[in-house]
Structure formats: structure tokens, C-alpha cells
């Protein structure tokens, strides 16, 4: 494995943060009433409604789910506070995708307020009594509710410590700072075994169990290989510690995806060939997985 000293040359830290306009209200009048009506303490409870159409922002809880996902998958977790680690290797490409899921997500913000008037007048007809006008705050108030913004930063080394303290204690804050990004490097590298492991694990145990004479007992998505496919696009990226041993799992990897989900579901010899393929990567996997 490559020295931890050598990640900070190799890596960086980066951050997302989506945030957006919540439909979901509390309505104190409301609630009060339900509690005298009930004879009830109104801290025991509340009324909870929607000020606008849940399938309003449908659109944007999506897309944000989507990016948090494809963030995820270009990079690996190091820090509490959700910072996560980008290779040197894999900044272009994500930035790249960054920037384009960026303006994904303000073209989605801007046409949910251009729809806001009528998002409004779609609320006053369905709550009826429980509309209130004061639970609408300005277009520009609603646009200030939502935001994008993702920050690269460098990765933490233990030689930039200094603090004014006695050059003992100063050691043991740099040994143990130094030991805890030696265990999180290791780690986000025993996740990327594992993710290598899972799907070529489940190529070789659904590929052995499909029977074409009864496909829907044991079926398989075309997801089978196409999660293969997604995976060895990023291991290069993923690969912190440059270890050899990935790089090689992963054009071997690259083998099982030359075949389509229906041509395996359709020709016996070649999901034989994939089924045996991925078994003899799985073994060979098996060293270096704990």
C-alpha cells in the first residue's frame, strides 16, 4: 500500500450540499384545536400539512437523490462531518460531471418557480379552511430556500499541525492524526474491494441459478452487468493507494461486461463463459478481502 504521506499528493477532500424548499408545515392553529377538542396537551402532537402539492417537488427531491448518489459512487468516505475523498485521477472527470449536474439542478430550481404562482392557487382549492396566505413567503425568500454547492479541499496532513504546545504532546496529536488517516485510507480501500466483490458476486451466483426454462425463478437484471460496467468506469478513480492488484481485478472486470444482460439470458455458452469468468475472479479476490 502506498504511504499515507503520499495521499495528500494524491487525493483531496470534497463536499456536496443540496438543500431546498420544504413543503411541510406545522400549523400551530391547527394543532390547538385539536388538542382542545381532544382535552389533549398540545405538546403531544401536531398537524403537519403540505403548504404546496407534495408532487411539486417531486422533480427536485429526485434529481437531488440522484446526485447525492453519483457523488457517492465517484468518491469514498473519509470524514464525520461528510467529506469524502477524490483521487487526483478522478477530479477531471468529476468536475466535469459537477458542473453538469449543477446546471441540471438550477434549470429544475427555475422552472419549479416559474410554476410557484400556480403551485399557490393549487394549495388555496385543496387545503380549503387550513390555507393560510402567511405560510407563502416571496418568490425570492422560496428561491433563497434552495442551494448547490460543492467544495474541493486538501487532504489534512499531520506535518501541518502546529499548535503551541510542549513538543511531546505536539508528537502524540500528530501520531495519533497520522494513524487515524492511515485507518480511514484503509478503509475507503477495503470498500472498494468489497463493492468489487459484491458484484462479481452476484454475477457468478445469478448467472449459475438462471434456468432458461424457467426464467422467472431465478431472473437477473440487465443491472447485473451494467453495475459491473459502472464500477470498473470509476475504479481507476477510486484506486487511493495505487495498488496494482486493483487496477489488474478491474480489466478483468471489464471481461464480464462484453456481453449483454439479454444475450446472457439468451445464449447458454456465453453465460457459461461469464458465470465461470466471475467465478475465477471471486477466488482470486478472496486473498485480499478479509
Request: proline residues 3%; glycine residues 4%; hydrophobic residues 40%.
Amino acid at each position: 500500500m502506498t504511504q499515507i504521506n503520499t495521499i495528500g499528493d494524491r487525493a483531496m477532500l470534497v463536499g456536496l450540499s443540496i438543500s431546498q424548499f420544504n413543503p411541510t408545515k406545522t400549523d400551530k392553529k391547527i394543532t390547538a384545536e385539536v388538542a382542545q377538542a381532544h382535552g389533549s396537551d398540545e405538546s403531544m402532537g401536531r398537524y403537519a400539512k403540505n403548504v404546496i402539492a407534495k408532487e411539486a417537488v417531486d422533480a427536485l427531491r429526485k434529481l437531488a437523490g440522484e446526485i447525492r448518489k453519483e457523488h457517492g459512487r465517484r468518491t469514498l468516505p473519509w470524514a464525520e462531518d461528510g467529506a469524502r475523498i477524490l483521487t487526483n485521477t478522478g477530479f477531471d472527470e468529476y468536475s466535469n460531471w459537477m458542473r453538469g449536474a449543477n446546471a441540471k439542478w438550477d434549470a429544475e430550481v427555475e422552472k419549479f418557480l416559474g410554476s410557484w404562482d400556480s403551485f399557490v392557487a393549487d394549495a388555496r382549492l385543496k387545503l380549503n379552511g387550513a390555507f393560510d396566505a402567511a405560510d407563502y413567503p416571496s418568490l425570492e425568500a422560496v428561491r433563497a430556500k434552495f442551494s448547490f454547492r460543492w467544495k474541493v479541499r486538501p487532504m489534512p496532513e499531520a506535518k501541518d499541525f502546529r499548535v503551541n504546545l510542549g513538543d511531546e504532546h505536539v508528537a502524540a496529536i500528530r501520531f495519533a492524526m497520522e494513524a487515524e488517516s492511515r485507518a480511514v485510507v484503509e478503509q475507503a480501500m477495503r470498500s472498494v474491494w468489497e463493492q468489487m466483490r459484491d458484484v462479481v458476486k452476484s454475477m457468478a451466483e445469478r448467472l449459475k441459478a438462471y434456468d432458461p426454462e424457467k426464467p422467472a425463478a431465478h431472473p437477473f437484471r440487465d443491472t447485473l452487468v451494467t453495475n459491473i460496467a459502472e464500477l470498473v468506469d470509476v475504479l481507476p478513480a477510486l484506486n487511493l493507494t495505487n495498488d496494482p492488484n486493483v487496477a489488474k481485478f478491474t480489466a478483468e472486470m471489464q471481461e464480464l461486461t462484453k456481453h449483454k444482460a439479454q444475450d446472457l439470458r439468451d445464449h447458454a455458452w456465453k453465460r457459461d463463459d461469464a458465470a465461470t469468468r466471475a467465478e475465477a475472479i471471486l477466488n482470486q479476490m478472496s486473498q485480499f478481502i478479509a
